[in-house]
């Protein structure tokens, strides 16, 4: 693994963002660890190296507002905060606009996006030289702390990745704000430096739901999408009617193979898409092969036992 800085620096980790790589980078939050947010692949590779054992939403980080403005479906009150607040600590949370290219993965299969612009001009340049957003979630494992400097990723990580963009100590080593405005109820989600006063200074006196009442984490929401068709879990074969979603090379050439080559990431990558699939073919029922419950297979299972039960 390489730390590297500077506008050499800036390069190379754009270089490895488009071969298709994950990198870490400095915001003025915490160190992100980022990958292309187009790019269901590199996306997979975030959430191996995180080793989490459910898929978690990514945020988006974009360095412009005309990028913003294509992935999501901005309100008058959203655009009015994030017109206030970027570039800085706000992740603001809004419908996926429906032609949105960011990877079904970075999003865990929800409907929204979580964006924001980090106020960090590395950052920034790294996705400008990338050529797109990057979708980042802190650069740490699972259950881990959030990093605020280079050596608590390479610590971390070590070469499981292959570039850590230094930019000295994070700012405010504080995770950005994350505000819902998918609801009705705009709601804080995590609070962050950026206060409820700050924001209501901006929106006037609007009803905000500050997290009292219990919620589900965002892997486990209702709204989270499954398909209507009835999956039928860890299928040797297919029964009549059913269609066979497979996985591996032994999987019948008339199935939707996740990995013809039983690759966990491909299968990662390609899992929101053929849920959707199923639904776009009118599928009823379908048959899901075994999947393996190690690095990536533990969070492909998880998914779609909950996308099983009715
Ligand atoms: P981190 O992974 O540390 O950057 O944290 C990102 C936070 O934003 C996590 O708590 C995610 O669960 C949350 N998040 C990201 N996208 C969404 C979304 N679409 N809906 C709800 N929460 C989200
Ligand atoms: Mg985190």
Redesign the pocket.
């Known amino acids: 693994m390489q730390i590297v800085s500077g506008r050499k620096g800036i390069k190379q980790a754009a270089d490895h963002l488009r071969s298709s790589n994950i990198v870490a980078f400095p915001t003025e939050t915490v160190y ?1 660890l980022g990958g292309m947010a187009y790019n269901d692949d590199a996306v997979a590779k975030i959430f191996e190296a995180k080793s989490r054992p459910k898929f ?4 988006i980080h974009v360095a412009d507002f005309q990028t913003a403005n294509r992935l999501v479906d901005f309100c008058p009150q959203s655009l009015k905060l994030a017109e206030t607040f970027w570039p800085g600590p706000l ?1 603001i ?1 809004l419908n996926r606009s429906n032609n949105s290219e960011v990877s079904l993965l970075a ?1 865990a299969g ?1 409907k ?3 964006i924001r612009m980090p106020d960090n001009d590395i950052a920034l340049d790294l996705i400008c030289a990338a050529g797109g957003p990057i979708a ?3 650069a740490n494992k699972s259950g881990r702390v ?1 990093p605020t400097r280079a050596i608590h990723v390479s610590e971390e990580f070590g070469d499981t990745i292959p570039c850590i963009l230094d930019g000295g100590p994070c700012l405010l080593g504080l ?1 950005s704000t ?1 505000i ?1 405005f998918s609801d009705a109820i705009p709601t804080i ?2 609070p962050g430096s950026i206060t409820k006063q700050d924001i209501e200074e901006v929106l006037g006196k609007i009803a905000l739901d500050t997290g009292k009442k219990p919620r589900v ?2 892997g486990m929401m209702a709204r989270h999408y499954a398909p209507s068709a009835k999956l039928r879990l860890n299928a040797k074969t297919k029964k009549r009617g059913e269609t066979l979603v497979g996985f591996g090379p032994e999987a019948p050439r008339d199935s939707i193979n996740l990995s013809p080559t039983g690759n966990l990431r491909e299968a990662a990558a390609k899992l929101f898409f053929t849920l959707r699939e199923l639904d776009k073919r009118n599928i009823i029922e379908a048959a899901i092969m075994p999947i393996p419950e190690t690095g990536l297979g533990v969070a492909i299972n998880d998914r779609l036992r909950r996308a099983s039960k009715k």
């Open positions: 992100g978690n939403p990514l945020i992740t949370i999003g929800l929204t996006t979580a980042a979630p802190s959030s995770e994350v819902d989600l995590r984490a965002p």
